[in-house]
């Protein structure tokens, strides 16, 4: 059971990203996949999530700039980010909630975001 | 400002037991939702710690255990080791956000 993010990279402010998180040994469309991303000295902050119905939800801090999106086939997940702000800047990872409890039992190993001019 | 708020940091000597709280409100920790604990060692991914309030998954040490009362949980470490020198941060979901909630996280360090 494996998840890998791809994607990250130095863009600049205003700009897009498309970030992936490939899923092995488990199904996407079976479980939530959650986003979460770490700033620079801070800490852990969710980002998004998208359930087993393919239902989406969002932090208030990049609703209506980020979109979370699944592909069954490829059983993979993606965010899309646009109007990118240094604040994006983060390392950025995707997560399984497990679906008794919805804690966060698989992670990827992170994709890191800058967002500089 | 996170919503789920933890002790910057704590620190103890080899052997010792140290505590994180980890306080919320009515909208998530008091509101019944579970807390899940994470560990995370400098320059990896966050691994789960402690799973619905109590529960360990499997290869965890018995050292780390969980509890939550009200609008509040804590993670306990006994027999404190060097390996377990990392950022702790507790999570939960909150109704009035209808989003996952992250505490603010937790330094340990091992004197």
């Known amino acids: 059971v494996q998840l890998v993010e791809s994607g990250g990279g130095l863009i600049q402010p205003g700009g897009s990203l498309r970030l992936s998180c490939a899923a092995s040994?488990?199904?996407?469309?079976?479980?939530?996949i959650i986003w979460v991303r770490k700033a620079p000295g801070k800490g852990l902050e969710w980002v998004t999530v998208i359930n087993r119905g393919g239902n989406t939800y969002y932090a208030d801090s990049v609703k209506g700039r980020f979109t979370i999106s699944r592909d069954n086939y490829n059983n993979t997940v993606y965010l899309q980010m646009n109007s990118l702000r240094a604040d994006d800047t983060a390392v950025y990872y995707c997560?399984?909630?497990?679906?008794?409890?919805?804690?966060?039992?698989?992670w990827g190993q992170g994709t890191t975001v800058a967002v500089s001019s | 400002q996170s919503v789920l708020t933890q002790p910057p940091s704590v620190s103890g000597a080899p052997g010792q037991r140290v505590t994180i709280s980890c306080t919320g409100s009515?909208?998530?920790?008091?509101?019944?939702?579970?807390i899940h604990w994470y560990q995370q060692l400098p320059r990896t991914a966050p691994k789960l710690l402690i799973y619905a309030n109590t529960n360990r998954p499997s290869g965890v040490p018995d050292r780390f255990s969980g509890s939550k009362s009200g609008t509040s949980a804590s993670l306990a470490i006994t027999g404190l080791q060097a390996e377990d020198e990392a950022d702790y941060y507790c999570?939960?979901?909150?109704?009035?956000?209808?989003?996952?909630?992250f505490g603010s996280g937790t330094k340990v360090t091992v004197l």
């Open positions: 009515s909208s998530n920790i008091g509101a019944g939702y579970d």
């Open positions: 999570q939960s979901y909150d109704s009035s956000l209808s989003g996952f909630v």
């Open positions: 040994g488990f199904t996407v469309s079976h479980n939530y």
């Open positions: 997560a399984r909630g497990d679906n008794s409890y919805y804690a966060m039992d698989v």
